[in-house]
């Protein structure tokens, strides 16, 4: 007979015996031992083994060993059970509050000596800071209590438990749990116990806790302290060493307020921080204190007193092998890099991190929007019927939730606004979740984005809103409605501030139109930037079947339910790689701007309130990417806020060369985060002497013709091209597609066609549809003149009438050989294309080409709406790096308004090719790597891709923008490729 499963599993309320009210995340000298380590562990397939292990005698000599913190999941090869990735379907019935017999249960325990002298400690505490989902706990034998709130500290008093000398810790934790509803944020479910556990002598007369306010005020600071200690504890002192202050308090009643002055305020830019101490005779807390004072006037919010614009990310916590374990120093050399990409704010999606990673925003400098562990997500797929949010059974889970949120992490200046949960729908919970923050932290504003109506939340909040919409909602008096808001609903929220707390979606390659959304927060104040979706991927590294490592994505571990690689949406790789569009980011959001005008640049400071003083600024001058001259330029600093007109230096002109001026702001000194002369913004200026594009000879006389043909370094046979400066190429023919991007694939936002055959459908869907990955040709003509050759052909797919006629028209021209390639569609044409370009296959022969040098944009992969990063300069690049390794294969590597090109085998150059600008005066782009646009449309993961013992060079007239339509916006109509007439002209030469 199997043993009932026991009911607390299914219990909505938060579990039974933790300590209240929850305490900060102090540092304090009261001793405390770390039982993190090497823990006896067994897992059993369901929540209803018996407890017999909880006996201080049982012999777990058969069970297995787990370090604490992890997940099961990424212990132990696959033995104990596997990741789960799901967005916001549950892995599990929806059946609240139960959740099925089969569920993963680990038992764990370890055996800990009492350090002598704790017998004097008035309590002993013992701490968990996070056991995913539900946990409860034994000391010696004695049940203690139970626990859930995964990515929250519990806290449980053990006194009568513990003994002098050996004691046995056992802990019972359940994968899935009826606070498994309370957390379906997008992410890998990963049980296990994965914060630290910490056993605390807690003495007598000791401080248990205390929240520090520190406002800042024109030079004042404002100290209010609160203390939470038993009245043996006084008297308390506080002391701020560095500014001379030592206050003493003999009763919790003497307790007040005071003000200092000449104090430096705190911000995400100059994150000073006062250390301070709070001291009974027992016990001393050690805080770092910074000045600041949060705000909202109107509808804007501020940070003493001067408004805040969020360049933030959504961070999760993820890392490839320790799951959302913490790792201090991979986290802090995470904020380093966030700071070194312009980025100066994080929402904590969607729970509370590591509490250690507050004290590391307040060092470095974040404004963070701390969310509290809470999303009922999956209750969408009903309506939201059933939704916990709003029903009264659940009130004490989110109440608890929100209560150990605040209470742990309240003493952070870094902590600006507090956020309830995600997309947990809305409800009578989360209206009184914010009246409990309300009540107990009068300064920070409360964010919900769930909120739509603004009924209980103090900023206006939004996910993905388009250009168009986030542009309404910043604009005075517009009466367009806002979403889901009656009209005076809509009033009533165009009185506060808007923040996106998501948007630009990062899966894959993009997001595109970065800009325009930055474009608004300087025109319309009502908006305070916001926040991107996402940092990183959480890729899993595993391996293939080969052996080959890889980084796992939903669907990897054979999950019954999954959401596949839409876990994969970060602006950084799972290996810490930036991709294109966090430099994108950093670029677009550079604190400082440069506008040139006639003979001067003028500098503007966008920062919150930090000056220039940090800053030099540099300049250069290239011709055609060569250095020609450099220097500093003399900037007097510039205040948040405002600018500063400066001559440019003198830049020597080349007569038959592009001229570009460069200037960057750099760091004047090392910070903790970036080095002397890290760039934090770069302009360019375009100084060329107008040059004649060089006119093709016309050619008339046409015959038609087959046989071998050598025009310069080009050898055809029959009309094809067979080699180029000796070596074979097959080509050029005509691509129109690219390997769709999780944007292509995607299908969320308005689509401009309102035909309902193409509605709703993807821009991937569509291509295949139309057969641009299976195009074939039927040559139409073969036609020799004196140096010159024309073919004409007509490009289709299977059962299509819609076709392209393409031109190749070879020649010489100026003694060198010149290829036209006209381009033209047939009507009929309905979509948008991918590309409009031609691919040149090289095999490898005896010289492979591995590498390229240009001139052009660069030095990453660039597309028509994410331009920003992109410079113009010489570059050089092997193959394998021009191409970034997402985590699902697809487009990948274009560099946009190449001027010339070499194709490089072992670093010489094998073939040179120069664009031509075309009557609009474009310039093509190219792409160079080791597989066919149709070969990466095939694999799901870098490894599925085939050996390749051929380069293929495409050169594009053109390519569709990026848009950010996996969860976003399309490709904004202005870079969108609609199917039209292209004309591409190349120079080529041997190397
Ligand atoms: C939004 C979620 O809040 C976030 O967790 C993530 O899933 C993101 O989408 C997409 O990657 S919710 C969605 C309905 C817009």
Redesign the pocket.
């Known amino acids: 007979m199997p043993s009932e499963p026991s009911s607390y599993v299914s219990d909505p309320t938060p579990g039974r015996g933790a300590l209240r009210p929850a305490r900060s995340w102090l540092h304090s000298d009261a001793p405390s031992l770390s039982l993190n380590g090497s823990w006896r562990f067994r897992l059993a397939p369901t929540a209803s083994a018996p407890e017999d292990f909880t006996a201080d005698a049982f012999d777990d000599g058969g069970w297995d060993s787990i370090p604490v913190p992890s997940h099961w999941v990424l212990q132990g090869d696959g033995e104990h059970g596997r990741p789960i990735y799901t967005?916001v379907q549950f892995p599990f019935p929806i059946d609240p509050p139960h959740v099925p017999d089969e569920n993963p249960t680990g038992d764990y325990r370890r055996h800990f000596d009492l350090p002598a002298g704790w017998s004097e400690a008035e309590r002993v505490v013992l701490r968990f800071d996070g056991v995913e989902s539900l946990f409860k706990l034994w000391v010696n034998g004695d049940e203690i209590g139970s626990a859930a709130g995964s990515r929250l500290a519990h806290e449980f008093d053990v006194t009568s438990s513990v003994r002098p000398g050996d004691n046995v810790v056992a802990v019972r934790v359940h994968q899935w749990s009826a606070a498994s509803y309370l957390e379906d944020?997008?992410q890998w479910w990963l049980p296990g116990i994965f914060r630290d556990v910490t056993l605390i002598a807690r003495p007598a007369g000791g401080i248990e806790d205390v929240w520090v306010r520190a406002g800042f005020d024109d030079g004042r600071g404002r100290v209010e302290v609160e203390v939470t200690a038993d009245a043996t504890a006084f008297p308390v002192t506080l002391r701020l060493p560095e500014l001379g202050v030592e206050r003493v308090w003999s009763t919790a009643a003497d307790v007040a307020a005071f003000d200092i002055d000449g104090v430096e305020p705190w911000s995400a830019e100059q994150p000073r921080l006062y250390d301070a101490t709070v001291s009974s005779a027992t016990e001393t807390v050690s805080l770092r204190v910074g000045f600041r004072t949060v705000e909202i006037r109107g509808d804007r919010f501020l940070v003493n007193g001067r408004r805040v614009v969020f360049h933030g990310m959504n961070r999760h916590e993820a890392h490839p092998e320790r799951g959302r374990v913490f790792d201090e120093e991979h986290a802090r050399a995470d904020l380093a890099r966030m700071k070194r990409f312009n980025v100066n704010a994080i929402r904590t999606?969607?729970y509370p991190p590591h509490p250690r990673l507050l004290d590391l925003a307040d060092e470095l400098g974040f404004w963070v929007v701390l969310e509290c562990d809470l999303e009922t997500?999956g209750f969408d797929k009903l309506g939201w019927v059933g939704n916990p949010s709003d029903d009264p059974v659940w009130r004490e889970a989110y109440l608890d939730r929100i209560r150990r949120t605040v209470e742990r992490d309240k003493n952070h200046p870094s902590v600006v606004i507090w956020s309830l949960g995600?997309?947990a729908g809305t409800g009578s919970n989360l209206a009184a979740m914010s009246a409990w923050v309300h009540a107990r932290d009068a300064e920070r504003p409360v964010h919900y984005e769930g909120d739509h109506a603004g009924e209980y939340t103090d900023v206006y909040s939004r996910?993905?809103a388009s250009v168009l919409e986030t542009e309404q909602i910043g604009t005075d008096g517009s009466r367009a409605p806002l979403m889901n808001c009656t009209p005076a609903q809509g009033a009533r929220q165009r009185t506060k501030p808007f923040l996106l707390c998501?948007y630009a979606?990062a899966?894959g390659n993009g997001p595109g139109a970065l800009d325009r959304y930055e474009d608004l927060v300087h025109r319309y104040p009502r908006l305070h930037g916001g926040f991107v979706?996402?940092w990183r991927d959480h890729g899993i590294l595993t391996t293939a079947p080969d052996g080959t490592p890889y980084y796992a994505y939903g669907g990897d571990f054979g999950e019954v339910v999954h959401d596949g690689n839409?876990v994969m949406?970060g602006l950084l790789l799972s290996n810490d790689v930036p991709t294109p569009g966090l430099h994108e980011y950093k670029a677009v959001v550079q604190p400082v701007r440069f506008a040139f005008d006639g003979d001067d640049v003028v500098v503007t400071n966008l920062r919150h309130s930090a000056d220039t003083s940090d800053l030099r600024f540099r300049w250069r001058v290239e011709h055609d990417g060569t250095l020609v001259d450099s220097g500093d330029m003399k900037v007097s600093v510039v205040a948040a806020g405002d600018c500063e007109r400066v001559p440019l230096p003198s830049v020597p002109v080349a007569p038959d060369a592009e001229t570009w001026l460069t200037i960057d702001a750099v760091l004047a000194a090392d910070t903790a985060w970036a080095g002397e002369g890290h760039v934090v913004a770069t302009a360019q200026l375009d100084r060329s002497a107008p040059r004649a594009v060089p006119v093709a000879r016309p050619v008339t006389d046409w015959t038609p013709s087959g046989g071998t043909l050598t025009l310069g370094v080009a050898e055809f046979v029959d009309g094809s091209l067979v080699r180029l400066a000796g070596r074979a190429v097959a080509g050029p023919r005509l691509e129109l597609f690219r390997a769709p991007t999780d944007n292509d694939e995607g299908t969320s936002g308005e689509v401009e066609d309102s035909d309902a055959s193409i509605a709703g459908v993807s821009n991937a869907e569509l291509w295949r549809r139309d057969g641009l990955d299976r195009l074939t040709t039927r040559r139409l003509s073969v036609e020799r003149a004196p140096d010159a050759l024309r073919t004409v052909s007509k490009v289709s797919a299977a059962h299509s009438a819609l076709s392209v006629t393409v031109e190749t028209l070879w020649s010489l021209q100026d003694g060198e050989l010149e290829l036209r390639v006209e381009i033209q569609p047939s009507a009929g044409w309905r979509t948008v294309w991918p590309r409009i370009g031609i691919r040149f296959d090289l095999p490898d022969g005896a010289a492979p080409v591995d590498g390229a040098e240009w001139f052009g944009l660069g030095p990453h992969e660039s597309y028509p709406d994410s331009l920003r990063a992109a410079r113009t300069g010489r570059f050089s690049s092997t193959v394998r790096d021009l191409s970034v390794e997402y985590a699902r294969p697809q487009e990948t590597g274009h560099r946009s308004q190449v001027r010339e090109l070499a194709l490089t085998s072992a670093g010489s150059k094998v073939l040179r090719i120069v664009t031509l600008p075309d009557t609009r005066g474009r310039r093509p782009g190219f792409t160079l790597g080791r597989h066919t646009p149709q070969d990466i449309a095939q694999a799901r993961h870098p490894f599925e891709l085939p050996e390749s013992t051929t380069s293929h060079l495409i050169v594009d007239a053109a390519q569709h923008g990026l848009g950010s339509r996996a969860?976003g916006p399309d490709v904004w109509p202005e870079f969108a490729l609609r199917p039209e007439s292209r004309t591409i002209r190349l120079r080529i030469t041997a190397g």
């Open positions: 967005n944020q997008d999606s969607h997500h995600n997309e996910m993905y998501e979606h899966m979706w996402e839409f949406d969860c």
